[in-house]
């Protein structure tokens, strides 16, 4: 490429504003009086310089700021729509059915434009994946040049280059002891003093203008961790309901760890507490602990199909919410509970003496098919059907295996009915399908047991987020913590001038400068920009 | 304990009033107020109540901790307050880099009115759910506060800006903005007048009422319903009849009460319009006349640089740690997650306009205003509006 060669002797890329080493202006038509765009150093920027082929156009596209702040802005406005109905994860309805009947014409609409789920939806993928691209080329753009610039650059700079800082001043006055003390002063203050013939540059902060670039760096490492999720096996999230007493296989470990419930304990406060008693009496019940007291097991040996495993006991633990059950690399979270039929109690009764013939306790788990009385009495469990239904015959059948809704058929076998009744059972009906019977199952109870939701997750994506993170804070405060400043003392035809710059935080330098040039002779540098925008208000 | 930190609280309060009217003095009395001049006498008895103040409050804040067990910020009046008490102490540290007792005059108002907009909600101290308990609320809670406060901070400089930069005498899009602003500030203080009212005067109404789901309910309202319930039936003998009655999935106490804080707010304005004889804004601008509006653009931007890392590790960092362990994913898109989603992506565009657009003096100052506007909506909207995971806050 045809690079530019400065009347200082350095050679720029093609492309460049400012001479990297002595900061003249390259662009002879660019001679106004105007103050310097220092912003990259007015360093050689791909972006600026190429826009012939499609890559081009590409890199073009993404590396400006302009069309980041609008991919910014319509995330923004993206993420707002979705805030304004609840999103499908916290909905506990069918989408299609909850939007039109809780929200009414507006719900529907919602849901047909796909807003149900719409940080899940493609368009939303692609605008994150945008940013992301946007975050690559923005910095790459920027940070290369930026960099090799900074590290060009000569301690004499071009007249041109001082004039047009933002903070600038000339002296005719100034003593041979004014620039030691200066340069004392500099030091005093932390700042990296170069000399080149009687000239100053000092300079601190430098690392500040990489915050920036570390945080896109940091940034684009979290993008990065929500792609792993894709792949299987990275990211398990998986529901598991326990019964108290019951073990069950962790799922998605593959079949090696198991997790037996011991105990589902719910707690409220205790409305007499003196410190919450009115809060409490607002509120009413407040829950004070969901908690599991389970026990971690290990499967020992080889799986053998249809054997039951032989497990080794790990650990006991109470899981509670924010206190997770963690095991290598799997979190056991207690999400939820709820109660579950246990057993129901009947008693063979006669009907018209009500004389009862002994009890009935059937587990509705694992029910026995027949129960025996003594004294010639007995009751045979005929069908059972855990969560009852008539199906679209008419039929009597079950919607799962769990015990929401338990009904039975019954005989009855007694010594005054040799051949036994039929009874169909169920909560709040009994139905006799042969005529009137002599007996009866009376209900007398139910039993309950609590069972415990968990949420069972593997997160192998996790370090990633936390490094994007770390990554991302380290680069933030040090872009906005610290400031890069830098500060020119030179001769020029016979006279002495400071001009200095900041990337932000001119307040700040300003005090510095006063701080640095006190005790001696040199007056203190004008801020160009206030003195233009004063001049304009005054006229 | 706990009566001890409501005395603390009121004191903190009033000290931070008459704190108010000293900056006022301060200003009245000093001719040229831009940098490096010594602050007057007025001003540092401003400061120094200033202080005080904020003391008292953290003597508030730790008792009511001692008393509660936990760090009060777990409802709305412990979060808001704690908000309050964050803007202050971001206000002092912020004074201390740049010395100008104006910024106290704009930001002392807004933490008042934060401050007494919290202590509308039920103040007594409330139980922790289970999956409050956690030393991650103290950090997270408080951090994300902190942060917002000193965002806000850049809302009180940008006031300061557009007060001064926009010429008021002739009305234009600028003029009316400005002084929406100012009136939606004016209305929390009617919010706060008519609930005080209505709560002194122990005002309170039953209705029954049919809710969307067609179940009957009874709703206690404590301002006069002019917005009534679906298909309301009063049953306060003489209550206050209400003039409209709203769909079911209206929340109508709440569109009520907001009914009432508009009207007060419209009472507030109109009574200070008819006083004054100009806009609010209009009526500001001598008191900034002094100041050097690149030096308060400075502080705008200042405080959004320092306040940006703060708010990211606390509303969002922390944030997703503490989501990882009581609800086992750090990020659920809960409409509060998003909204600090959206703060965040706002300021990180106001950052990026800022440093490549070049979008300084008013057009920043502006931006700082919707950041307030963005931060205000996530407290107060979509806690009592739009209710999430985080709806125990609204409460």
Redesign the interface.
């Known amino acids: 490429m045809n690079d530019v060669k400065c009347e200082c002797g350095h050679v720029n890329p093609h492309g460049t504003v400012l001479c990297e080493a002595c900061g003249k202006v390259l662009d002879e038509t660019d001679n106004r009086k105007e103050l310097l765009d220092m ?1 990259y150093e007015g360093s050689a920027r791909r972006s600026q310089t190429y826009n012939k082929t499609i890559i081009d156009k590409i890199w073009n596209f993404f590396s400006s ?2 069309v ?2 609008w991919l ?2 319509i ?2 406005i993206a ?2 729509l ?3 109905l ?2 499908e ?2 909905i506990n309805l069918p989408p299609d059915v909850y939007y039109e009947q ?3 014409w507006f719900g529907k609409l919602y849901y047909q434009l796909g807003f149900h789920d719409l ?1 899940g939806s493609w368009w939303y993928l692609l605008l994150i994946a945008m940013i992301g691209i946007s975050l690559v080329i923005c910095s790459l753009d920027r940070v290369v040049p930026l960099y090799k610039a900074l590290k060009a650059q000569r301690v004499t700079r071009h007249e041109g280059f001082l004039k047009r800082q933002r903070v600038f001043g000339a002296n005719s006055e100034a003593e041979q002891t004014d620039l030691e003390t200066v340069k004392k002063h500099l030091q005093a203050k932390r700042y990296h003093v170069r000399e080149e013939n009687g000239d100053i540059l000092a300079e601190k902060n430098r690392f500040s203008r990489w915050g920036p670039y570390v945080n896109h760096i940091g940034l684009i490492i979290f993008l990065f961790g929500g792609m792993l999720r894709f792949i299987p096996g990275f990211y398990v ?1 998986e529901d598991l309901w326990v019964r108290e007493g019951e073990t069950a296989l962790v799922p998605e470990t593959n079949e090696q760890y198991y997790i037996k419930n011991n105990q589902f304990i719910l707690e409220h ?1 205790d409305k007499n ?1 003196k ?2 008693e ?3 009496n ?2 009413g019940e ?5 908690q599991s007291n389970v026990v971690l097991y290990q499967r020992e040996g080889e799986k053998i199909p249809g054997e039951k495993p032989k497990l080794k006991k790990l650990e006991e633990y109470k899981i ?5 059950l963690s095991f290598n690399g799997y ?1 056991v ?1 207690q ?1 939820s509970f709820k109660t579950e039929f246990k057993a129901m109690t009947f008693a063979l009764t006669n009907k018209s003496t009500n004389q009862a013939f002994g009890e009935v306790k059937v587990d509705l788990t694992n029910p026995q098919e027949k129960y025996d009385l003594g004294n010639g009495y007995s009751v045979e469990l005929l069908n059972y059907f855990p969560d009852f239904e008539f199906d679209d015959n008419g039929e009597p059948s079950t919607k799962s295996r769990v015990p929401n809704n338990p009904a039975f058929i019954f005989r009855m076998n007694t010594p005054d009915k040799p051949k036994g009744e039929t009874s169909f059972v169920a909560i709040r009906q009994t139905i006799e399908p042969f005529g009137n019977n002599t007996y009866k199952l009376a209900f007398k109870g139910i039993e309950t047991k609590n069972v415990s939701g968990f ?1 069972v ?1 593997k997160d192998s994506s ?1 370090w990633v ?1 936390i490094i994007g ?1 770390i990554i ?2 380290i680069g ?2 040090q872009g ?2 610290w400031n890069h400043r830098r500060i020119w003392v030179q001769r020029k035809n016979g006279q002495v001038w400071i001009a200095a710059h900041t990337n ?4 700040g330098l ?2 510095e400068l006063e701080a640095i040039l006190a005790g001696t002779k040199l007056t203190m540098p004008d ?1 160009q ?2 003195r233009d ?1 004063e001049v304009k208000e005054v006229v | 304990m706990a009566a001890l930190s409501s005395n603390l609280l009121f004191v903190a309060f009033i000290l931070y009033l008459i704190a108010t009217l000293f900056f006022g003095g301060s200003i009245k009395e000093k001719k040229g107020l831009s940098e490096k001049k010594e602050t007057n006498k007025w001003g540092k008895i401003a400061v120094f109540l200033t202080i005080v103040g904020f003391v008292s409050q953290l003597g508030y804040f730790i008792t009511r901790w001692i008393a509660a067990g936990h760090a009060p910020v777990s409802n709305m009046f412990e979060f808001t307050t704690f908000f309050g008490m964050a803007l202050v102490g971001a206000f002092i540290v912020i004074y201390f880099i740049y010395r100008t007792t104006l910024l106290g005059l704009f930001t002392m108002p807004v933490a008042i009115l934060v401050i007494a907009y919290a202590s509308m909600f039920p103040r007594d101290i409330t139980p922790l759910i289970p999956a409050l308990q956690s030393y991650w609320l103290h950090i997270h809670v408080t951090t994300a506060a902190i942060g917002e406060a000193i965002l806000a901070i850049s809302f009180a400089a940008g006031l300061i800006y557009l007060v001064k930069a926009i010429d008021q005498t002739k009305s234009s899009k600028r003029t009316f903005w400005l002084e929406a602003v100012m009136f939606s500030l004016v209305t929390v203080l009617g919010f706060v007048a008519v609930s005080s009212i209505f709560s002194g005067m122990g005002y309170h109404e039953k209705f029954n009422w049919v809710d969307k789901h067609d179940n009957e309910a009874v709703v206690e309202y404590t301002m006069p319903a002019i917005a009534g319930p679906h298909e309301g039936e009063l049953l306060t003998k003489d209550g206050f009849k209400p003039f409209v009655e709203m769909p079911a999935i209206v929340n109508a106490k709440k569109l009520n009460t907001v009914i009432w804080s508009l009207i007060g707010g419209i009472i507030l304005y109109g009574l200070i319009r008819l006083i004054i004889r100009k806009r609010i804004s209009a009526a500001l601008k001598p008191l900034v006349k002094n100041i050097n509006l690149d030096f308060v653009d400075e502080i705008s931007y200042r405080s959004v640089l320092i306040g940006f890392p703060v708010f990211t590790l606390g509303a969002l960092i922390f944030a997703m740690i503490w989501a990882q362990m009581a609800w086992s994913r750090f990020w659920g898109w809960d409409p509060k997650e998003v909204w600090a989603l959206i703060t965040w992506l706002f300021y990180a565009a106001f950052m990026h306009l800022r440093l490549s657009k070049g979008w300084h003096g008013e057009k920043s100052a502006w931006l700082a205003v919707i950041g307030f506007v963005i931060i205000m909506f996530n407290l107060v909207a979509v806690n009592l509006i739009i209710a999430g995971l985080h709806s125990y806050a609204g409460s």
């Open positions: 912003r700021v302009k980041g702040v910014i802005i995330t923004l993420s707002i979705g805030t304004i609840p999103q994860m916290y809780e929200y009414g940080y999230n406060y507490n410190t919450f009115k809060a409490l607002r509120a407040v829950v004070k602990n969901y509670r919410v924010n206190q997770p979190s979270f999400s949420i997750r996790l987020f993170g991302f804070m933030v405060i906005a913590y932000k935080n001119w307040y300003k005090r801020d920009l206030q925008k």
